[in-house]
């Protein structure tokens, strides 16, 4: 083809999409029928990863819930069993969830190791059966600053916010392609889209994530897999103790809010129910990642300085410290952890 004329029909196209972008604004999408799917959510154990649990089980899907603590996990699998329990009327319209008899399934693992991700994935597949919808979900914040943070603490950083999602990719993807069906949620955080001081491990495991789905999204496209969909999730802070501490400045703070969790994945739910791309909450963050791409990077330091966000990590950092020496003086000099055992925030954003 002339490239030429395939420059025009490119441009038409480009234009087509700004016009079905804007129509989403003004209509909004049906959101589709997951009663019935299976649905896999690493991380679930608390946080975001139990919200989306419990989002999914009132729309009648079978819930399978993956994480690194059994007790929160059933604890979130008994929120689900209840949630079943409890629906006797349809849903949105969809049906009669009790005749689907949808059920909830609950796994230990730790997804930032490779062989453990695998078997539990051929696990959940022998026992559930194909999974349509794949929420990778789990994380950790070592909360250090980078010189003072231990390797160990680093190197499991990457792992479970972003290695885990190779892992889970290509353990369930595979019945994906085969049938070309299915749903990949990667939960990252805003923090993957634009960066601050002190959490250099968390922004680079976040922007890895991005990277990845983007890439992957990219080649479900060149494949022709149309029908497996792909949403990125970039919630702004989440009020909860991943990040507690963490502050601009007073003027600035409630142009910000720190996000309410239910509010976080209730905006991430309509987004993967209408097959969105990508979702940014609050809306705001659009402009923010917009200016980062437009502005030199010496006006970006200005306008974080004036936010006070250059050093919004700092009293979260502090806090953490603050908290881990109070934990290690309590225990005995011949029983204070090690590395290894030091304990990890759980993801909430």
Not at 4 to 26: M, N, P
């Amino acid at each position: 083809m002339n490239i030429f004329v395939e420059f025009c029909l490119v441009s038409c196209k480009v234009l087509w999409t700004f016009v079905l972008a804007g129509t989403r604004w003004l209509v909004r999408p049906k959101e589709k029928n997951v009663m019935g799917q299976v649905c896999v959510i690493t991380g679930a154990g608390s946080g975001l990863g139990r919200h989306f649990a419990k989002e999914f089980a009132r729309r009648g899907a079978t819930v399978v819930l993956w994480d690194i603590n059994w007790e929160s996990n059933e604890e979130t699998a008994e929120i689900v069993r209840q949630i079943y329990s409890d629906i006797t009327s349809p849903v949105d319209g969809e049906g009669d969830v009790s005749q689907i008899q949808p059920k909830v399934y609950t796994y230990l693992c730790d997804v930032s190791k490779r062989e453990e991700v695998y078997l539990t994935a051929d696990k959940v597949q022998r026992e559930v059966g194909n999974i349509d919808i794949l929420i990778n979900n789990a994380g950790v914040v070592s909360g250090h600053h980078l010189l003072e943070c231990p390797d160990e603490l680093l190197e499991r950083t990457m792992m479970v916010n972003c290695h885990a999602h190779f892992w889970t990719t290509k353990a369930f993807v595979p019945k994906m392609l085969e049938l070309n069906h299915g749903h990949i949620v990667t939960v990252a955080s805003s923090l993957g889209l634009f960066t601050t001081a002190g959490v250099e491990d968390y922004c680079a495991s976040k922007f890895g994530a991005i990277g990845f789905h983007e890439s992957l999204s990219h080649e479900l496209k060149a494949a022709e897999k149309d029908r497996i969909k792909m949403t990125l999730v970039c919630p702004f802070l989440v009020d909860t103790d991943m990040f507690k501490g963490c502050k601009i400045k007073k003027e600035i703070a409630p142009l910000f809010p720190p996000l309410k969790p239910e509010q976080c994945v209730q905006q991430a739910m309509r987004a993967i129910l209408t097959d969105q791309p990508m979702i940014c909450t609050p809306r705001i963050m659009y402009i923010v990642c917009f200016m980062k791409t437009v502005l030199p990077f010496d006006a970006i330091v200005c306008m974080y300085q004036f936010l006070g966000a250059d050093k919004c990590m700092y009293p979260f950092l502090a806090h953490r410290k603050e908290a881990m020496n109070n934990n290690e003086s309590k225990l005995p000099s011949i029983q204070q952890p090690s590395i290894q055992q030091l304990p990890l925030g759980k993801k909430e954003c």
